[in-house]
């Protein structure tokens, strides 16, 4: 099968069962787990991709945590958002200078995902539990790495490379 047809196929049925999964099993928001799984792509798949992005992914996570935090210790009003953000903004890029943690957008999925999840659960970064959202962000993040690795080892075993056809042996 040529290889956009098999990633047709496993992104597609895994796709499906991690909508299903994270509506009834394993309560997070499905858009950060498809977030992951797109950064592992983009940090270029297989073993190294999935470190690198669950790496950066918590590490964005983190930064956000203590953005929130700050924020809700010091007060929301706009100022004091925006300075608190662009600190953990620029935490982000020198996070970035670790070798695993080098690339940044990765770890600015994180921190998004952190805040969406924040809003989306109403719950804010100091609920305790399970219900906290960089708890429930951090297990949604790591959730849609592994989705992306098993899509990538599926998608390979059904690719067919370099098998030559009928016609390519014919001299």
């Known amino acids: 099968m040529k290889k956009l047809d098999a990633y047709s196929v496993s992104i597609g049925v895994l796709g499906a069962i991690d909508t299903y999964l994270t509506a009834t099993l394993i309560l997070v928001p499905v858009w950060v787990t498809f977030i992951a799984w797109a950064s592992f792509f983009i940090l270029g798949g297989k073993t190294s991709g999935l470190k690198q992005s669950i790496a950066s992914n918590l590490t964005g996570i ?3 945590s203590l ?7 010091l007060g929301s ?3 004091i958002v925006a300075i608190c953000v662009g600190l953990g903004s620029a935490a982000m890029v020198q996070a970035s200078k670790v070798p695993l943690l080098r690339a940044i957008p990765a770890i600015v999925w994180g921190f998004a995902s952190t805040v969406g999840t924040t809003i989306a659960t109403d719950k804010a970064i ?10 429930v962000a951090a297990a949604a993040m790591i959730l849609g790495g592994v989705f992306g690795y098993l899509s990538e080892i599926w998608g390979e075993a059904m690719t067919t490379q370099g098998v030559p056809t009928r016609e390519q042996t014919r001299v």
Do not use: M, Q, V
């Not at 953005?67 to 210790?73: D, G, Q, R």
């Open 62 to 64: 983190a930064i956000a």
């Open 67 to 73: 953005t929130l935090l700050a924020i809700a210790a």
């Open 77 to 79: 009003n706009p100022l």
């Open 126 to 135: 100091t609920t305790p539990g399970l219900e906290n959202p960089a708890l």
